[in-house]
């Protein structure tokens, strides 16, 4: 059963069009995850998925209910984790978790079974009664997903969890992750920048300006580059590529002074290149291949270089605000 | 339970644990009415001495202090809608299953309650500066505060809705709380004022919550109580189905101005 149905869902602001004519299924129980760099339109569809945005084109449903006209029954079968903070920092742990209770009508006798429960899966439970604003980034991160899970959604949302967390808290969160996902029949939708996070998902969804450009499980994405991926630095690379692409018939993308290129077989090329290859080389190398070397293959240029865009820095600075 | 109860029940239930648990905030708004009164009341005692007979400064401005302090705290309730957009809150408010008509009535709930307690207070107070109150008078003036202050926490929410920073929030309730409380009758009775004025203070529906207050302290000193329109003096209940109506317009714009936010 697909818990997430998608077709040829579209939003625009004004001239721009953030998200535009995507189309995928997730079935339950799958950790399905969104890759891409800032500015793809990974949060606006979660936006559009949690009925907080409405879609200008096409429909998507969550857990059968249609995220335009359904959207109180949509609400009710999700968990939400967003980018920034939305704890009330001026009440305490467990004062956050129960008006979340009871805003999504958790059943009274169970409410605080839950909530011990819950505080222990995220380890907080010697903090269920200290304010929120003397929490560390990645304490607050985790009690939001406690939080998430407290009226037992058939979905669990997670705009980017380890945004802005030091890698040692970002391990710490992907364990309780990769916990969640033991429990039953629950689904995890997650956006990250991040190709290693990416890779434990079951399938990866890769969005670049708006358009879905690949959608398959994470070897899957990687075989289909051809194998291994190869990369060199030559004197000349323009000319090096010419001469790759003419004898060799591969297809090399030139990026920040190297030229990489996928073959099936990379040990055994390799030999056959240096023997014959005639443009001076200075340095080569082959790997097996990662989401970025996808990434790159797809979309001709690199997750990373996009992370100087100036909006995305402005809006870690100021955490909140905007939406 | 429907979804608008339960949108009122849990925000109000909110407002209430921050308001209790924000000791500065706490202090601020007891201290404030009180500070008011004392300055007011010793200042201008002696100065103006009897308004009418029976009826010295204190006892004339006290009800117009206890609307002025509902007033203040209600518009300003809207601060906290301002303030749970720009750290985030709002976001898990607006994604939660409730209605949003449920959810500006629970900020005017929440806001009504604590214009109760603070009511309260200047009550027990109210001794001390010499003015009567009996249990009757409290009985009568609960639902009066509670009405005022739902009204006014519509024109809070109302501004909140669109705004984006607390600054400019701030900026905007100053530039409207000043005039509606000048205009409101607090310090001088509206009925004998040159016309233009009389004409600002008629307009302006705090005038009836301030004369309603005021009429049942000061039962029976018409001098100084019952605003005329068109010759027509107002009893208690007319000055307060004012208020009410004007209520019900700000809140239910209020809602919608709020609902249509994405």
Same mark, same amino acid.
């Given at each position: 059963?697909?818990?997430?149905?998608?077709?040829?869902?579209?939003?625009?602001?004004?001239?721009?069009?953030?998200?535009?004519?995507?189309?995928?299924?997730?079935?339950?129980?799958?950790?399905?995850?969104?890759?891409?760099?800032?500015?793809?339109?990974?949060?606006?569809?979660?936006?559009?998925?949690?009925?907080?945005?409405?879609?200008?084109?096409?429909?998507?449903?969550?857990?059968?209910?249609?995220?335009?006209?359904?959207?109180?029954?949509?609400?009710?079968?999700?968990?939400?984790?967003?980018?920034?903070?939305?704890?009330?920092?001026?009440?305490?742990?467990?004062?956050?978790?129960?008006?979340?209770?009871?805003?999504?009508?958790?059943?009274?006798?169970?409410?605080?079974?839950?909530?011990?429960?819950?505080?222990?899966?995220?380890?907080?439970?010697?903090?269920?009664?200290?304010?929120?604003?003397?929490?560390?980034?990645?304490?607050?991160?985790?009690?939001?997903?406690?939080?998430?899970?407290?009226?037992?959604?058939?979905?669990?949302?997670?705009?980017?969890?380890?945004?802005?967390?030091?890698?040692?808290?970002?391990?710490?969160?992907?364990?309780?992750?990769?916990?969640?996902?033991?429990?039953?029949?629950?689904?995890?939708?997650?956006?990250?920048?991040?190709?290693?996070?990416?890779?434990?998902?079951?399938?990866?969804?890769?969005?670049?300006?708006?358009?879905?450009?690949?959608?398959?499980?994470?070897?899957?994405?990687?075989?289909?580059?051809?194998?291994?991926?190869?990369?060199?630095?030559?004197?000349?690379?323009?000319?090096?590529?010419?001469?790759?692409?003419?004898?060799?018939?591969?297809?090399?993308?030139?990026?920040?002074?190297?030229?990489?290129?996928?073959?099936?077989?990379?040990?055994?090329?390799?030999?056959?290149?240096?023997?014959?290859?005639?443009?001076?080389?200075?340095?080569?190398?082959?790997?097996?291949?990662?989401?970025?070397?996808?990434?790159?293959?797809?979309?001709?240029?690199?997750?990373?270089?996009?992370?100087?865009?100036?909006?995305?820095?402005?809006?870690?600075?100021?955490?909140?605000?905007?939406? | 339970?429907?979804?608008?109860?339960?949108?009122?029940?849990?925000?109000?239930?909110?407002?209430?644990?921050?308001?209790?648990?924000?000791?500065?905030? =706490? @202090?601020? $708004?007891?201290?404030?009415? !009180?500070?008011?009164?004392?300055?007011?009341?010793? +200042? %201008?005692?002696?100065? &103006?001495?009897?308004?009418?007979?029976?009826?010295?400064?204190?006892?004339?401005?006290?009800?117009?202090?206890?609307?002025?302090?509902? =007033? @203040?705290? $209600?518009?300003?309730?809207? !601060?906290?809608?301002?303030?749970?957009?720009?750290? +985030? %809150?709002?976001?898990? &408010?607006?994604?939660?299953?409730?209605?949003?008509?449920?959810?500006?009535?629970?900020?005017?709930?929440?806001?009504?309650?604590?214009?109760? @307690?603070?009511?309260?207070?200047?009550? !027990?107070?109210?001794?001390?500066?010499?003015?009567?109150?009996?249990?009757?008078?409290?009985?009568?003036?609960?639902?009066?505060?509670?009405?005022?202050?739902?009204?006014?926490?519509?024109?809070?929410?109302?501004?909140?809705?669109?705004?984006?920073?607390?600054?400019?929030?701030?900026?905007?309730?100053?530039?409207?709380?000043?005039?509606?409380?000048?205009?409101?009758?607090?310090?001088?009775?509206?009925?004998?004022?040159?016309?233009?004025?009389?004409?600002?203070?008629?307009?302006?529906?705090?005038?009836?919550?301030?004369?309603?207050?005021?009429?049942?302290?000061?039962?029976?000193?018409?001098?100084?109580?019952?605003?005329?329109?068109?010759?027509?003096?107002?009893?208690?209940?007319?000055?307060?189905?004012?208020?009410?109506?004007?209520?019900?317009?700000?809140?239910?714009?209020?809602?919608?101005?709020?609902?249509?936010?994405?």
């Amino acid at each position: 059963m697909n818990i997430i149905e998608v077709e040829q869902l579209s939003r625009d602001f004004g001239q721009l069009k953030a998200v535009e004519s995507v189309s995928f299924d997730v079935p339950q129980g799958e950790l399905f995850a969104f890759l891409g760099p800032n500015g793809a339109g990974k949060t606006t569809t979660i936006n559009m998925l949690c009925t907080l945005l409405k879609p200008t084109g096409g429909r998507a449903t969550v857990n059968g209910y249609d995220v335009a006209t359904q959207r109180k029954e949509v609400r009710n079968s999700i968990g939400l984790v967003f980018q920034d903070p939305t704890l009330d920092e001026y009440l305490t742990a467990e004062q956050n978790l129960r008006f979340h209770a009871y805003a999504y009508r958790v059943p009274r006798d169970e409410t605080e079974k839950r909530i011990s429960e819950l505080m222990a899966l995220v380890e907080l439970s010697d903090r269920r009664k200290s304010r929120v604003r003397t929490f560390s980034g990645g304490m607050k991160r985790r009690l939001e997903i406690a939080r998430g899970l407290l009226h037992h959604p058939r979905v669990l949302f997670l705009d980017e969890p380890t945004l802005g967390l030091d890698p040692q808290t970002r391990r710490h969160i992907w364990d309780h992750i990769l916990q969640l996902r033991q429990q039953h029949g629950l689904t995890i939708f997650l956006t990250t920048h991040y190709m290693d996070e990416a890779e434990v998902a079951d399938r990866i969804g890769i969005i670049d300006h708006g358009h879905l450009i690949a959608l398959d499980t994470p070897d899957r994405l990687k075989d289909g580059l051809g194998g291994d991926v190869v990369t060199l630095e030559a004197r000349d690379n323009v000319a090096a590529a010419a001469e790759l692409r003419e004898k060799y018939g591969v297809e090399p993308v030139i990026k920040d002074g190297s030229i990489s290129f996928a073959v099936s077989k990379g040990e055994t090329f390799l030999p056959r290149l240096c023997g014959s290859f005639e443009s001076p080389l200075i340095s080569i190398g082959v790997h097996r291949p990662t989401l970025d070397d996808v990434f790159l293959k797809q979309t001709g240029h690199a997750i990373r270089e996009q992370e100087a865009d100036p909006m995305a820095s402005a809006r870690m600075m100021h955490r909140g605000g905007g939406h | 339970m429907s979804d608008m109860l339960l949108g009122i029940w849990v925000i109000a239930y909110r407002e209430l644990l921050r308001f209790v648990q924000e000791r500065s905030r =706490l @202090m601020s $708004s007891f201290a404030m009415p !009180l500070l008011f009164l004392v300055i007011f009341g010793a +200042g %201008f005692t002696r100065t &103006i001495g009897t308004m009418t007979p029976g009826v010295d400064f204190v006892q004339f401005i006290y009800p117009g202090i206890i609307a002025m302090t509902v =007033l @203040m705290n $209600s518009v300003m309730s809207g !601060l906290s809608v301002v303030w749970d957009r720009e750290f +985030g %809150f709002l976001k898990e &408010i607006l994604v939660a299953p409730m209605g949003r008509t449920g959810i500006v009535l629970g900020k005017a709930v929440g806001s009504a309650t604590v214009a109760v @307690m603070q009511g309260g207070v200047m009550l !027990l107070l109210a001794p001390l500066v010499g003015v009567k109150v009996s249990p009757l008078l409290v009985v009568q003036l609960v639902p009066i505060l509670i009405i005022i202050s739902m009204s006014l926490s519509g024109l809070g929410v109302l501004v909140a809705s669109r705004m984006r920073s607390q600054q400019g929030f701030q900026l905007i309730v100053q530039l409207m709380i000043m005039p509606l409380i000048f205009l409101s009758g607090v310090f001088f009775p509206v009925n004998n004022v040159p016309g233009w004025l009389e004409a600002f203070s008629k307009a302006n529906p705090l005038t009836y919550g301030v004369d309603a207050i005021r009429q049942l302290f000061l039962a029976g000193s018409t001098d100084v109580t019952g605003v005329t329109i068109f010759g027509h003096t107002m009893t208690v209940l007319q000055d307060v189905a004012i208020v009410a109506c004007f209520g019900t317009i700000l809140l239910l714009l209020a809602a919608w101005s709020f609902g249509k936010q994405e």
